[in-house]
């Protein structure tokens, strides 16, 4: 028996700052990965799509140049260059990860395999086993397979596989119209491929106002991606060279490749959970509380593994709270639910967002003030010809405190910024009509939308 003082399982996102944190504390820490360090976003998440995303980008820019008085003929993707300079960028941060971890001394091990649960804080892996007073959970998610009636007789591909692709799809038909759909849907058809997505929804991105939806799907739709919006795949079949999915209307949608983006499920099978005393939900999540806390004493889990939001700034913000609630006891305690999580989806327009948005500050029963406003009407937009898109705020009609906003435009993965340090520090929208923004900017623009709200149309 190994004996420890943190036991940390997966390298994902907050792992890798959690490790050597621990060890600058003076605690020895054995980190388990059974895959490459780094998880999902390094791996075939993040990092990789958006890789890719630049390079659809750099061809759907050449392509449609035209419109700035720019001819190019003859664009061409090579996907297996794209392909390979996505996998030398993913090697250096696996390779920079590594690094990290080795600089944090012999208190930092790392071993690369399979870990799960024997007992009580005890844990097998490699052969060995080890225990600790303290448990570490950080497992992530991968794609959900659906139980598709002919699914196991017909090629399929997930986040990861489809990022290996070397030749390009004549025809990629997409399972599923969430962040992961739309972005690789877009990204392959701005390689050359045919897309279609076929989402059960009535809207892509269902959990998003049917205004913004609107918006991504119609920038889809004008690049040539076939939308099957409302439509439940029923089953799926090989017909010779192709892929069939058969949809609830009785209609076929006839592909060349089938990638499932139909959600993520929670990397706990093969953990062992019961033997540790660790609870899981009816989806395999495990079950915490608003500070990490398992229902196994010494047991804490983050990241994708509690079931959401799963991204990469929540994870590693996870390793922060529990850190300071581990090893700060004097800190006053952050609970994982008292936090402004923002999201980007990124398309092009992009989608990004925190808070509120009108559906769900309707479904709450809170009371909003909201102002929308075309991206169309911002200068710089109209100069650089990017005008698709549609903003929207939610403030709090007493007290100008910000509740959400919903900006798909571009670059708006990085103009929702411009709210979150407001709402860290508690400061209202006032403080954004005040502000003198730069002409012509993008994030002008984002001050524009909050002088449309009604409260500033006469002081704005
Ligand atoms: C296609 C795609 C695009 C994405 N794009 C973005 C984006 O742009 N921005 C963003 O914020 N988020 C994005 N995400 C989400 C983001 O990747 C995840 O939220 C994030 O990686 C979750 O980190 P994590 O720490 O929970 O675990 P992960 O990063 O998933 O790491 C878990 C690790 O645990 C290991 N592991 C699991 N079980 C065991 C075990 N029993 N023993 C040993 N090791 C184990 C796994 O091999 C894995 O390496 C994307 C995800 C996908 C799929």
Redesign the pocket.
């Known amino acids: 028996m190994q004996e420890s003082d943190v036991l940390i ?8 700052p959690l490790a050597p944190r621990f060890a600058a504390a003076g605690l020895r820490v054995v980190l ?15 990092t ?3 890789t890719m995303i630049a390079s659809a980008r750099a061809a759907h820019v050449a392509r449609t140049g035209a419109r700035l008085g720019v001819h190019s003929s003859d664009v061409t993707v090579d996907l297996e260059e794209v392909v390979a300079r996505k996998d030398r960028l993913v090697e250096e941060w696996r390779a920079g990860i590594a690094r990290h971890l080795a600089a944090a001394g012999e208190r930092v091990r790392v071993v690369r ?4 649960f024997v007992g009580d804080r005890r844990l097998d ?1 490699g052969g060995d086993t080890y225990h600790a007073p303290l448990v570490i959970l ?6 959900e397979v659906p139980p598709l009636p002919g699914l196991a007789s017909v090629p399929w591909l997930d ?2 596989s489809l ?1 290996a692709v070397r030749e390009l799809p004549s025809h990629l038909m997409v399972l599923g119209g969430g ?2 759909g739309c ?2 849907g877009q990204m392959f058809r701005r390689f050359g491929a045919s897309v279609t997505i076929i989402h059960r929804g009535e809207h892509l991105l269902s959990r998003e106002d049917p205004d913004a939806s609107e918006a991504i799907e119609g920038a889809l739709r004008r690049e040539g991606i076939e939308l099957r919006l409302r439509s439940a795949a029923q089953s799926v079949a090989r017909e010779g060279d192709a892929t069939v999915v058969r949809l609830a209307d009785g209609s076929r949608v006839r592909g060349s490749h089938l990638l499932l ?1 139909l959600g ?1 499920r929670p ?2 099978d ?2 062992g959970c019961e033997a540790g005393g660790v609870a899981l939900d009816e989806r395999g999540y495990v079950e915490a509380d608003d500070y990490y806390a398992t229902t196994a004493s010494g047991v804490y889990a ?5 079931g959401g ?8 913000d ?1 390793h922060r709270l529990l850190f300071d609630l581990l090893m700060s006891p004097h800190k006053p305690r952050r609970s994982r639910h008292a936090r402004t999580i923002p ?2 989806v ?1 398309t092009d327009p992009q989608l990004a967002g925190f808070g509120h948005n009108e559906t769900s500050a309707r479904a709450k029963g809170v009371a909003f003030e909201a102002a929308t406003m075309p991206f169309g009407d911002v200068a710089r937009a109209i100069e650089v010809d990017e005008t698709a898109g549609t903003m929207k705020i939610l403030v709090d009609p007493g007290s100008e405190k910000l509740l959400g906003a919903r900006l798909v435009g571009a670059e708006a993965g990085e103009l929702v910024h411009i709210f979150l340090p407001l709402l860290q520090a508690g400061i209202g929208a006032r403080s954004i009509v005040d502000a003198e923004f730069v002409h012509p900017t993008f994030a002008e623009g984002v001050q524009s939308l909050v002088m449309r709200l009604k409260r500033y149309a006469l002081t704005g």
């Open positions: 399982v997966g390298s994902g996102q907050a792992a890798k388990f990965e059974r895959a490459e360090l780094g998880g999902t976003c390094t791996n075939t998440g993040c990789p799509t958006k395999a399979q870990a799960r892996a950080d497992v992530g998610a991968r794609a986040n990861a990022l962040y992961i972005e690789m983006a993520r990397n706990t093969g953990l983050v990241g994708d593994v509690l939001p799963q991204f990469t700034h929540t994870s590693w996870d999201y980007t990124f």
